[in-house]
């Protein structure tokens, strides 16, 4: 099964606007994070935000933010004031404990492309 | 703080060539880990060791994959022999877990090796 969920292969969004991409996931446990990065074309990955599962406050970081819903197992980005910059890819992600230690999860991403 | 490296950028090989990348985490960081990201798809992890030690390779392809983190910092991936399916962007990524500061934990991605099997 799916342990995240990204619905959106792309979106479009009008620059200066606001755009939100969707995340689901499954997890058992109790304590994982969420994470959301953006993959410019030139290949790199960069953090963006993190969600801890006890976390009661939806995590910002400047224009980004994460609307967390614990009970619907929902994490999405929210992105204020979009500009040119901000087309990339965009993944989801989730770090929850396994029998290993600590597993990242990666969904397979959103294209998000913002319109001048 | 110097970010994670890795070398080289790009390589392309013939299938049944062999092939090996490097990485150099963040300076501290115990947690290292191998991704393989197929073009259109989120990165898959491979490996990931802590200090010098793997704790989880569940999903290598052992039969033509290996990966060692002697001495607990840097680490190369190496595919022998390749084939064309393997043709990927590989990533390593480090994070400071176990981390006696909290927080997020989130892993810092070096750039990445683009590898074409031909």
């Known amino acids: 099964a799916q342990k995240i969920t990204q619905t959106q292969p792309g979106m479009f969004v009008q620059e200066k606007e606001a755009v939100t991409l969707d995340c689901t996931y499954d997890?058992?446990?109790?304590?994982?994070?969420l994470f959301w990065y953006k993959q410019p074309s030139s290949g790199e990955m960069i953090f963006l935000i993190y969600q801890g599962s006890y976390d009661e406050q939806n995590a910002t970081e400047g224009r980004y933010s994460l609307n967390f819903q614990k009970a619907r197992k929902s994490a999405n980005l929210v992105i204020s004031a979009s500009q040119l910059g901000d087309s990339a890819m965009y993944f989801c992600?989730?770090?929850?404990?396994?029998?290993?230690?600590?597993?990242?999860?990666f969904g397979p991403g959103t294209r998000l492309s913002v319109l001048p | 703080e110097a970010g994670v490296a890795q070398s080289p950028r790009y390589k392309i090989i013939e299938k049944r060539q062999s092939v090996a990348f490097w990485c150099n985490p963040i300076s501290g960081h115990a947690t290292l880990y191998w991704y393989q990201q197929i073009l259109g798809q989120g990165p898959k992890l491979l490996i990931q060791?802590?200090?010098?030690?793997?704790?989880?390779d569940s999903q290598l392809p052992k039969d033509r994959f290996s990966a060692e983190r002697l001495k607990g910092v840097d680490s190369t991936l190496k595919i022998q022999p390749a084939k064309l399916e393997d043709s990927a962007v590989y990533l390593c990524a480090s994070s400071p877990y176990p981390s006696t500061s909290g927080g997020g934990n989130e892993q810092f991605f070096g750039p990445g090796t683009r590898l074409t099997v031909l």
């Open positions: 992600a989730m770090r929850e404990r396994d029998n290993y230690g600590q597993n990242f999860v």
């Open positions: 060791f802590q200090n010098n030690g793997v704790v989880d």
């Open positions: 997890t058992s446990d109790q304590s994982y994070g």
